[in-house]
């Protein structure tokens, strides 16, 4: 029996009236595993090729009778956006059906919530945070809620897995099905899952991990233009005018997404690129999309976006990235690379959506090291490559957090029942059962949890209060603290609580110049006026992880002596030169490179952020002053010509990776949003886990040769 055929008769339905011409792969792959088995499964396709409907024309299918009940179905979206975005897409398909669809998050009305929790029905499609704002304030109802629930929808699941709110929403997924009285399945959805080591199926059964299916599709990759820019970047902190004029020559005539890496670049981007089309006559039709924008502003934008028949383009942080149907786009611009594979992949999928339409990426680079950055994502991505995610953190700061959740939830708990529920929720299998006693003993010193005078029950204490009454409790992901900045009584957006935000400053936001009037450090807001000249805000943040087989491809282009056709002269030309010591001394891609200068020492290691950390705390404990760069290279205060023994005696010294702690400075310690409250001793053992590796980093240096070179 063909897929189409195992949908229900309504269904079918809306398939016709559709008018597509055929299922596609995904879907014809995922319908018979959704209604013939009872796997989990991770649907695993190119943006646009119908994920979504993959999932829930078989789901709607089988619950076209009981969802219009019940609550059978919780569709989960890392964004409000996303969940905006999908709403009326999967309200379209269930209307054949009559099951209703609901949407749960800050900006629903409060007569729709009160609705939904006395009847609840069909599909609930909420954020991790309201997921755990459910179990906080509306306890007496969670029973109704979830014990009829039989399906997980999971869209966008690569950007949960290795962080702390993947841990938080396994933790909240589990918790909804200790009430369900159904076996609840789980799909996710995403563009780039890669699972070799098996993490995603440990993630989403942890007791029968076999029972998962990985469905992947190649449908839907298209063929590519791509070419790669170099400009040299001159001055400290501004790109050069020629990479702005490049760029708006490029995208006259074109809609486009021009990605930067940080929010501060997208403004003055916005701005350069507005002033270039203004001063040749045009209209300023670049548009600004990242979180520091205000709701109102980038749902206009998205708008905008989606207009049929109009040209436009928008410059935009990873906030465009996810599945946010935006429209039609002619190209993906990209300034400096991308740190991971996989974050290449989402944004190039943002393009050639219309039929018979290539897939059009132009990337501009203005530094050496984001050039060969840029290449070697570039080459892993053409090989189909893509990052594998890895396991989170011993999450101790999640359990902190749901420990608190917990108790809110129950009123309280006995310790056996805590206990209980913290050591069968898979989420906290690596935590030591000794280390979850000491952070309930260090939870009860500190008044997070207290302990009932003359029983054995928990309940939350006032520290504990005071952190579980924050509207910055369902959120296990730090953020920077910021300024709302308006403009009279109209909210532009934030920035970051910086220096830099006093009053006489100018700054760009939303696209726009202003001059700081006012500055309330009382109610965190700045009043601002429009301004003739301004400076890109300063957004704080940390750059990504590399991952160790990005390094080791830099590595291999450096090594080789193999031109890349979609290089522009600049670009070749600067990679001939990162060349010349390489191709000089005959470095092999098995071999690592290092310098001794007159007053220091570079090892140019190529083994990502993990192993390069470890190595650099390691050379500290052995009385090396030692930093590393962005990159993973090494530089050492000093000439020392004993390095290659001293690389010998690390592999052969016994390590205990706890000494590594004295030599870690504050600022490189591992720190989350709720890492602040555990003990200092469990604060180290996240460190730990996250960050340092010893065997790995002992086993590469054995496995590598180093070749040094004499300045």
């Known amino acids: 029996m063909s897929a189409f055929e195992l949908l229900s008769p309504k269904i079918k339905k809306a398939v016709w009236d559709l008018k597509w011409p055929a299922l596609r792969p995904i879907q014809e792959a995922a319908i018979p595993a959704i209604l013939e088995t009872t796997k989990h499964l991770v649907l695993s396709a190119a943006t646009a090729s119908g994920k979504t409907e993959a999932a829930f024309l078989p789901v709607l299918s089988k619950i076209e009778q009981s969802g219009q009940e019940h609550l059978k179905v919780l569709y989960i979206a890392p ?5 905006n975005d999908q709403f009326e897409r999967i309200e379209g398909l269930c209307e054949y059906v009559n099951v209703p669809v609901h949407k749960w998050h800050g900006d629903v009305s409060g007569n729709d919530k009160k609705k939904f929790i006395q009847k609840p029905t069909g599909i609930l499609q909420i954020t991790p945070e309201s997921l755990e704002s459910l179990f906080i304030n509306r306890t007496s109802y969670l029973k109704n809620l979830w014990e009829h629930v039989s399906y997980i929808v999971i869209d966008e699941i690569h950007v949960f ?21 159904n ?17 995603v199926a440990d993630w989403l059964s942890p007791e029968n991990p076999e029972r998962v299916k990985i469905i992947q599709s190649d449908e839907g990759d298209k063929e590519i233009f791509f070419a790669l820019h170099h400009y040299v970047n001159e001055e400290q902190g501004k790109l050069p005018l020629e990479l702005y ?3 708006r020559d490029l995208t006259k005539e074109y809609s486009s997404m021009i990605f930067a890496n940080d929010r501060g670049l997208v403004e003055e981007t916005a701005v350069f690129l507005n002033r270039l089309a203004e001063s040749e006559g045009a209209s300023r039709d670049y548009l600004v999309h990242h979180s520091s924008i205000d709701k109102s502003e980038r749902e206009y934008v998205e708008k905008i976006l989606k207009m049929k028949n109009k040209q436009k383009s928008v410059v935009c942080t990873a906030t465009l990235e996810l599945g946010i149907d935006i429209g039609s786009m002619d190209m993906v611009i990209q300034i400096d690379s991308t740190f991971s594979v996989a974050s290449l992949k989402q944004r190039i999928g943002r ?13 501009y680079t203005t530094k050496a090291s984001h050039l060969l950055h840029a290449i070697a994502v570039t080459e892993l991505f053409l090989e189909k490559w893509v990052e594998p995610p890895l396991a989170y953190a011993k999450p101790y700061d999640v359990l902190f957090h749901q420990i608190l959740s917990l108790c809110c939830e129950r009123n309280g708990l006995m310790l056996n029942d805590l206990m209980d529920s913290i050591l069968r929720n898979p989420v906290y299998k690596a935590i030591p059962r000794g280390h979850l006693i000491e952070l309930l003993e260090h939870m009860v010193k500190r008044e997070y949890i207290e302990l009932v005078p003359g029983s054995q029950h928990f309940i939350v204490g006032l520290e504990g209060e005071r952190i579980l009454r924050s509207r910055e409790f369902y959120s296990v992901f730090y953020v920077q603290e910021e300024f709302n900045v308006f403009h009279l009584n109209r909210r532009i957006g934030a920035v970051d609580k910086t220096p830099a935000v006093e009053v006489g400053n100018n700054l760009i936001l939303a696209g726009k110049l202003w001059s700081i009037e006012t500055v309330d450090h009382n109610k965190d807001k700045v009043y601002v006026a429009p301004a003739v000249d301004a400076k890109r805000p300063v957004f704080l943040g940390s750059g990504g992880s590399i991952h160790r087989k990005i390094s080791e491809q830099m590595q291999e282009v450096l090594c080789s002596s193999h031109t ?56 500290r404990s052995m009385g090396m002053q030692v930093e590393t760069n962005g990159l993973g290279h090494l530089k050492l205060v000093g ?3 004993g390095i290659i023994h001293l690389m010998e005696s690390i592999t052969k010294k016994h390590w205990n990776s706890h000494e590594l702690l004295d030599v870690t400075f504050f600022y490189e310690l591992y720190r989350t949003k709720f890492s602040f409250y555990l003990s200092e001793k469990l604060q180290k053992e996240m460190h730990l886990s996250a960050m340092v590796d010893v065997e790995g980093t002992i086993a590469f240096l054995i496995d590598k040769q180093f070749v040094v070179f004499r300045c």
């Not at 897995?161 to 009285?181: D, K, P």
Request: aromatic share 8%; charged share 20%; hydrophobic share 45%.
């Open 564 to 619: 890349y056709s979609y290089l522009n002269d600049a670009a070749a030309k600067e990679l001939k030169g990162m060349r010349e010591v390489y191709t000089d001394l005959g470095v092999t891609p098995a071999q690592r490179f290092i310098s001794l200068g007159k007053d220091e020492t570079l090892i140019e290691l190529f083994a990502g952020t993990v192993i390069s950390n470890t190595l650099m705390w390691m050379l």
């Open 639 to 641: 000439r020392v010509d």
């Open 245 to 247: 004029q490049d760029i």
């Open 161 to 181: 897995l290795a962080t702390e709110r993947g841990a938080q929403l396994r933790s909240l997924l589990f918790r909804v099905q200790e009430y369900a009285t």
């Open 351 to 363: 393009t050639g959506r219309r039929e018979g339409m290539p897939q059009i990426l132009q990337m």
């Open 79 to 83: 964004l409000k956006a996303l969940i």
């Open 183 to 199: 076996q609840v399945r789980i799909i996710g959805l995403s563009a780039t899952v890669n699972d070799p080591n098996g993490f």
